[in-house]
């Protein structure tokens, strides 16, 4: 790195950084309590003490490894925080194709650099040193930390409840205040109990949702940077067809919209960086290199250019801008400067970095044509659906062996359990089975979850530590059914301990969710997917404007 760069770095830093200590130690203290981490030890700053938040470790290594990593995920994700340019860069044995461990050390320096810990103001604490900065996550071998569906909403409550969201906002511009008057007309919200276009037991609640919806349509402008060569920014027709094809349909959806863009950065509560994953990827990525240095260094410079263009940037260290990407690195080459992002990501595994509240999953939608882009939506009644249980898949991953291991060749008539099938026989069982299996392949999504709700099948998730998309919003448990990695030996016994009018109903609500998973071609459509996606970071935008 060169110096001239590095000065720049400690500038940028330098801009934010009360702030983001103040967020640091907040979230750090919210995040220890709520885990309730007694054995790693924890003396907090009282406000006034210059001295110190200590972080101790526990005698219990297992326990204390585990818990720390918990931590460090979490801690990791929470709210804004500077990087080391250097350090950020990922080594060779990284690459997941040709190393299982996939993991990342990087960045393990980052916050205890000079310019992050020293010369504070005499009433910011120091920030705690975190030795390890992700979990490592193998793709062979389950996560250590399993983290339910419900903790999941706990901790999106948690986060968005915080006490410091109902402090004046930081910056005192008026978008802040736009942003902290529609969080209090959320929380205010009218109740609603029956909605025409709503189906109400589908949402956490119902009357939340609307009233968020509403105040976002009325509210939300969004500035898009022109910034960026084509083809990895601004160029969507690119990427509009197969399993990535989510960044590519935001991109273009989000670009042409008359609702919701302006062209002064003044009058943004959102920032979007328009660039795809895939083609950054397809690009970038030289084959056989095992590195991704490069793809990570393309994108650190473009907020070098962005940051020094608008202040913008280093206003919120980027804590309001937004980009959504598929492809599976994503996550991994998001932690430089972007860390700090809503980062709308297919690949949302709250065991590593994705941060429930913060972090937005994006739906992974398989598009199979431009015209068509949901597929022949549709499939039996509850009563036609014959089948127990399909999935059908290449065998990546660790899960997918011991599902087919466990139950492709059962006696079980009503098990349909397949290596790769042909796409034809693929959509007639979806359309013709209760319950569509959707088991994590090397990452934790799949585009499964979107298919099986498109043609009328229950989700079955099984996919430890998988963030399902609009969980904000979306009470899943109320139309899919989520079983740990480790009871795939019960999945039948599972299935079929619930009962038909249960089923049914959850059936229902399946048929009831489709218009959230929907892409239209256009001018997007009321609660369809962009606008989901879009809600889902203008909703985390608004509960966290610190
Ligand atoms: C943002 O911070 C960087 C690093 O200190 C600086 O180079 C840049 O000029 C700043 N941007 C603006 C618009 O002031
Ligand atoms: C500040 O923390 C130090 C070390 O933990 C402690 O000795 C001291 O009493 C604290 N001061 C106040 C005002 O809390
Ligand atoms: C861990 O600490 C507890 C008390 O804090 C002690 O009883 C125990 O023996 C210690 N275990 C080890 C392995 O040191
Ligand atoms: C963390 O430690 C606590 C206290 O020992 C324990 O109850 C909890 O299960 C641990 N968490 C994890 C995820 O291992
Ligand atoms: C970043 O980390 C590298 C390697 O650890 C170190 O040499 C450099 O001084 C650091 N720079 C900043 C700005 O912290
Ligand atoms: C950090 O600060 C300490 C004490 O102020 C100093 O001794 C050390 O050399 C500094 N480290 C770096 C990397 O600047
Ligand atoms: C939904 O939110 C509204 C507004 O905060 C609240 O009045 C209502 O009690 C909530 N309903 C449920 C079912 O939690």
Same mark, same amino acid.
């Given at each position: 790195m060169d110096q001239s760069r590095v000065l720049r770095f400690i500038g940028q830093v330098e801009t934010c950084r009360v702030v983001l200590l103040m967020v640091l130690v907040v979230a750090f203290v919210s995040?220890?309590?709520?885990?309730?981490?007694?054995?790693? #030890?924890? =003396?907090?700053?009282?406000?006034?003490?210059?001295?110190?938040?200590?972080?101790r470790k526990s005698n219990d290594t297992t326990k204390s490894a585990e818990n720390e990593t918990f931590l460090a995920s979490q801690e990791a994700s929470t709210g804004l925080k500077p990087y080391n340019r250097t350090t950020e860069v990922l080594k060779s044995s990284e690459h997941k194709f040709l190393d299982d461990s996939h993991k990342i050390e990087a =960045?393990?320096?980052?916050?205890?650099?000079?310019?992050?810990?020293?010369?504070?103001?005499? #009433?910011?604490?120091?920030? @705690?040193?975190?030795r390890k900065k992700y979990p490592h996550r193998s793709i062979t071998k389950p996560p250590s930390i399993v983290i339910s569906i419900k903790q999941m909403n706990n901790m999106i409550l948690k986060r968005h409840n915080d006490p410091k969201n109902s402090l004046a906002p930081l910056w005192g511009s008026k978008v802040d205040q736009e942003l902290k008057t529609a969080r209090d007309k959320i929380k205010k919200a009218a109740l609603v109990k029956k909605d025409d276009t709503l189906y109400a037991p589908?949402?956490?609640?119902?009357?939340?949702? %609307?009233?968020?919806?509403?105040l976002m349509e009325q509210t939300l402008k969004v500035y898009v940077y022109s910034e960026g060569d084509r083809p990895i920014f601004h160029q969507p027709e690119a990427i509009m067809e197969g399993i990535y094809a989510s960044e590519g349909w935001?991109? !273009?959806? +989000?670009? =042409?919209?008359?609702?919701?863009?302006?062209?002064?950065?003044?009058?943004?509560?959102?920032?979007?960086?328009?660039? =795809?994953?895939?083609?950054?990827?397809? !690009?970038?990525y030289v084959h056989d290199s095992h590195s991704r240095n490069n793809l990570v260094k393309y994108l650190g410079n473009y907020i070098d250019l962005i940051a020094s263009n608008y202040p913008s940037w280093n206003r919120t260290c980027g804590s309001d801008h937004f980009f959504t990407a598929c492809h599976d690195w994503a996550p991994t080459e998001t932690r430089g400067p972007y860390i700090n992002c809503i980062r709308a990501l297919c690949n949302a595994d709250v065991g590593i970095d994705f941060v429930v509240g913060k972090d937005?999953?994006?739906?992974?939608? %398989?598009?199979?044509?431009?015209?068509?882009?949901?597929? %022949?939506?549709?499939?039996?009644?509850?009563?036609k659906r014959t089948i127990l249980a399909f999935f059908a898949g290449s065998l990546h991953g660790y899960v997918r062996p011991i599902l087919l291991n466990q139950w492709s060749s059962r006696p079980e008539q009503d098990m349909k359990i397949f290596n790769r099938i042909d796409h034809k026989s693929y959509i007639r069982y979806m359309k013709r089975s209760r319950f569509c299996v959707c088991a994590k392949g090397y990452e934790v999504n799949s585009p499964r979850v979107v298919e099986s709700i498109l043609y009328g099948c229950v989700p079955v998730i099984i996919s430890d530590n998988f963030v399902p998309p609009f969980l904000e919003i979306l009470n899943w448990e109320s139309f899919a059914v989520f079983v740990?990695?480790?009871?795939? @030996?019960?999945?039948?016994?599972?299935?079929?301990?619930?009962?038909?009018?249960?089923?049914?109903? +959850?059936? !229902?609500?399946v048929l009831k969710v489709q218009k959230h998973f929907m892409w239209h071609d256009g001018e997007p459509v009321r609660y369809d997917i962009f606008h989901m996606i879009l809600h889902s970071v203008w909703y985390n935008r608004v509960f966290q404007t610190f």
């Open positions: 995040g220890l309590q709520y885990f309730e981490l007694s054995p790693v #030890l924890l =003396s907090i700053v009282s406000p006034g003490n210059s001295t110190i938040s200590e972080f =960045s393990g320096q980052r916050r205890r650099s000079n310019e992050t810990a020293s010369s504070l103001h005499p #009433l910011q604490p120091k920030i @705690p040193q975190i589908l949402y956490h609640n119902i009357s939340i949702f %609307k009233r968020s919806y509403e935001f991109m !273009k959806l +989000m670009e =042409s919209s008359h609702r919701f863009l302006t062209k002064d950065p003044t009058k943004a509560h959102l920032f979007y960086i328009p660039f =795809s994953s895939r083609i950054l990827q397809q !690009k970038l937005v999953s994006l739906p992974e939608t %398989k598009v199979s044509s431009l015209q068509n882009p949901n597929g %022949k939506i549709g499939g039996s009644r509850p009563s740990p990695e480790k009871e795939i @030996p019960n999945l039948r016994k599972i299935l079929i301990s619930i009962p038909v009018r249960r089923y049914v109903e +959850m059936q !229902k609500r």
